[in-house]
Structure formats: C-alpha cells, structure tokens
C-alpha cells in the first residue's frame, strides 16, 4: 500500500512568487491535513480538509490557502512568498480524522524562498 | 489554549544505556497524548499514543510512556537505546473528544545514541 505522496520533493522560488504544493493520500483515506516545520517556529498546523470541506484552520496568514479535490487529494497553495516561508511542509492523512484513525505524514517538500 | 514543553533540546546518550525524554503539556480540556519521531529528511511516524485507559503506554520500537495528569507530563522512555535511535522526537498534543487530525507539537528532542 503506497505511503502519503508529497510533490515536489524540493523547491526553489524566488520573494515574491507563489507556490502550489500537492499531496497524494494514502488510499482510503478523506482527511488530509498540512503542517509546517521550521528550526525556529517547529511543527505548526496549517489546515485540514475532510471530504473536500475545510474542517480545520491554523494561525496562518491569507497567502496560505488550500484545497482537496472528490479524490481526496490535496494541495496547498502559498502566493507572495516572503523568506520566512522557506520551511519543510509536510502532509499527512487519516481514514476519518481524529486519535482512533492513525496519521500517516508524507516525507515533505522542502520549500527555499531566495 | 493547548500547549506542549519539551524540557530538553537535545539528549546525549551511549548505545544499550536508558533513555527518558521528558515533555509537560498545558490544557484546560481532556487531551490526546502522542510521541513521533522523525529521521532525517523523512516525515513523522507515530511511537505511541495515550487515549484513554492505563496510563502506562507500550510503542513500537520498544518505547513506552506514562501519562501524569497530576504532573501534567507524558514522558517517553527507553530501557536501552541502539544508535537507529538517533532521531528528532516529537510530543503532540490534540482536543479530546474531537475528529480532528489537528495536532499541538513540541519543539522536539533530539536524540543522539554514541557507541
């Protein structure tokens, strides 16, 4: 059974761009949910989606936005990329969300803004 | 509001001695209790979880930890580490009684095992 997918594995973007970042759910899975890892902020929730619908959201700017499609597959989009968005983002999903449905995390994208 | 203290950074320790990481969470709620750990360049994977039930909980990898409410702690311990212990841990927190994949971290322990 194939594992949480994250694309790209890496990039780089220059100040100013955006950026979409996709992730493949593990099979069977509806709720995707995103984080994001800096050595300085550590591990911070950006969203979660279920069915398609926003169930969750955290204490992100606007420029962070998201989505999940009917196959549940989701991506997350970042417009007007400042340096401190240069982070490792991770995805992870979950049959139906919550602590009785195990959450499998993708090995991320490591996102450098020049 | 949840929050989650990692008492140490970074850990040193010898193959084959115990290990203890230590964490302390803060919630006016019943809570979800998780340790991962994360190896370079690789996502999080679940050692263990407290739900609900005993308080002293068995992982993978022969981790285990005990939950104090009264000390509001969840540390995680090993009896003897091997150097594939080397690895960045990670205590999470969620909101009981919630279906949310919505997770609280720490700040992480690092973990580095020396023959």
């Known amino acids: 059974k194939a594992g949480v997918t994250q694309t790209p594995r890496y990039l780089i973007k220059t100040r100013g761009q955006q950026v979409t970042l996709s992730c493949s759910p593990i099979s069977g899975h509806r709720s995707v949910s995103w984080y994001q890892q800096t050595p300085g902020q550590g591990l911070q929730f950006l969203f979660e989606?279920?069915?398609?619908?926003?169930?969750n959201k955290g204490n992100f700017p606007g420029r962070f936005s998201g989505r999940q499609f009917s196959n549940s597959r989701s991506e997350m989009n970042v417009s007007t990329l400042e340096l401190g968005d240069s982070a490792l983002y991770l995805c992870?999903?979950?049959?139906?969300?919550?602590?009785?449905?195990?959450?499998?995390f993708g090995n991320g994208t490591r996102l450098t803004v020049t | 509001a949840q929050s989650v203290t990692q008492l140490d950074s970074q850990v040193p320790v010898f193959e084959e001695a115990p290990v203890e990481l230590r964490c302390n969470y803060s919630s006016s709620v019943s809570v979800y209790l998780f340790w991962y750990v994360q190896y370079p360049n690789q996502g999080l994977q679940l050692l263990l979880k407290?739900?609900?039930?005993?308080?002293l909980v068995k992982g993978i990898n022969g981790f285990e930890a005990e939950f104090n409410k009264s000390q509001t702690s969840f540390h995680l311990r090993k009896p003897s580490v091997h150097i594939s212990d080397t690895a960045e841990y990670f205590c999470?927190?969620?909101?009981?009684?919630?279906?949310?994949?919505?997770?609280?971290f720490g700040t992480g322990t690092r973990l580095q095992v020396f023959p």
């Open positions: 407290y739900l609900s039930g005993s308080t």
């Open positions: 989606y279920f069915s398609e619908t926003q169930r």
């Open positions: 999470a927190v969620s909101e009981g009684g919630g279906n949310t994949d919505k997770l609280i």
């Open positions: 992870a999903s979950s049959r139906a969300g919550g602590p009785n449905s195990p959450l499998h």
